[in-house]
């Protein structure tokens, strides 16, 4: 999963960067709000976490800006001011949700799971697609009813592919989601990632729908 942290504040958003990549996901930071209101703009996120003390740009019209332009994707907003107005007007915007300052870490990213959970329709921290269960908080999985040991970018190719029920995903895509635009990979490396899954679960387990890409055996039942 590919996430936005916009902060202007180094060392918290440092944490919070450090924190999300620990769980699995691949970030990108903006300090300002010109620049958080063009990356969510023009980049593919699953989740953003927005500060609104920011500098050029207020987070409250990067929000209302990227709902403008029919952005998407999940939002929770940071913020270290108390007035209960503020996050009335974060939800009406279109904020998924609403954490002050300071905050537990853990509490943050549990709650970033849980956006992106409910945004692809899934209600548990478990999501099942055919024989595979992914537990998304212990980052662990079964299939047919036995462990599979994963690495890191195995499970969030898995994890990726869960939160797209039925819908094929180009290596392309995948590859922005795994690795982050600094890093895009490149379509032999999913490929020998996919091969990879395939042996560790079964032949079976990731169809490729050829000129469109891959998915999870089961993810559309």
Same mark, same amino acid.
């Given at each position: 999963?590919?996430?936005?942290?916009?902060?202007?504040?180094?060392?918290?958003?440092?944490?919070?960067?450090?924190?999300?990549?620990?769980?699995?996901?691949?970030?990108?930071?903006?300090?300002?709000?010109? *620049?958080?209101?063009?990356?969510?703009?023009?980049?593919?996120?699953?989740?953003?976490? @927005?500060?609104?003390?920011?500098?050029?740009?207020?987070?409250?019209?990067?929000? =209302?800006?990227?709902? +403008?332009?029919? =952005? +998407?994707?999940?939002?929770?907003?940071?913020?270290?001011?108390?007035?209960?107005?503020?996050?009335?007007?974060?939800?009406?915007?279109?904020?998924?949700?609403? %954490?002050?300052?300071?905050?537990? $870490?853990? !509490?943050? $990213?549990?709650?970033? #799971? /849980?956006?992106?959970? =409910?945004?692809?329709?899934?209600?548990?921290? +478990?999501?099942?697609?055919?024989?595979? @269960?992914?537990?998304?908080?212990?980052? +662990?999985?079964?299939?047919? /009813?036995?462990?599979?040991? %994963?690495?890191?970018? !195995?499970? =969030? %190719?898995?994890?990726?592919?869960?939160?797209?029920?039925?819908?094929?995903?180009?290596? /392309?895509?995948?590859?922005?989601?795994?690795?982050?635009?600094? *890093?895009?990979? *490149?379509?032999?490396?999913?490929?020998? @990632?996919?091969?990879?899954?395939?042996?560790?679960?079964?032949?079976?387990?990731?169809?490729?729908? #050829?000129?469109?890409?891959?998915?999870?055996?089961?993810?559309?039942?």
């Amino acid at each position: 999963m590919r996430a936005l942290i916009v902060e202007d504040e180094t060392d918290v958003a440092a944490d919070i960067a450090q924190a999300m990549q620990e769980a699995g996901f691949v970030v990108d930071v903006a300090s300002d709000g010109e *620049d958080a209101w063009f990356r969510g703009n023009t980049e593919d996120y699953d989740v953003a976490i @927005l500060d609104l003390g920011l500098p050029r740009i207020d987070g409250l019209t990067v929000l =209302r800006r990227w709902r +403008s332009e029919q =952005r +998407s994707f999940p939002i929770i907003i940071l913020s270290a001011r108390n007035d209960w107005t503020e996050r009335v007007a974060g939800i009406e915007a279109g904020a998924d949700d609403y %954490l002050g300052k300071p905050f537990e $870490i853990g !509490e943050l $990213i549990a709650r970033v #799971r /849980g956006l992106i959970r =409910r945004a692809a329709g899934h209600t548990s921290a +478990s999501i099942a697609a055919g024989k595979l @269960l992914l537990d998304t908080n212990r980052m +662990s999985a079964t299939y047919a /009813g036995r462990p599979v040991r %994963l690495s890191q970018l !195995e499970f =969030r %190719l898995l994890h990726y592919l869960a939160h797209q029920t039925g819908r094929a995903v180009s290596a /392309g895509e995948l590859a922005e989601h795994l690795y982050g635009a600094a *890093d895009p990979g *490149d379509a032999n490396a999913i490929e020998a @990632l996919v091969m990879r899954l395939r042996r560790k679960l079964d032949a079976d387990a990731i169809e490729t729908r #050829r000129g469109f890409g891959y998915l999870l055996a089961g993810s559309g039942e």
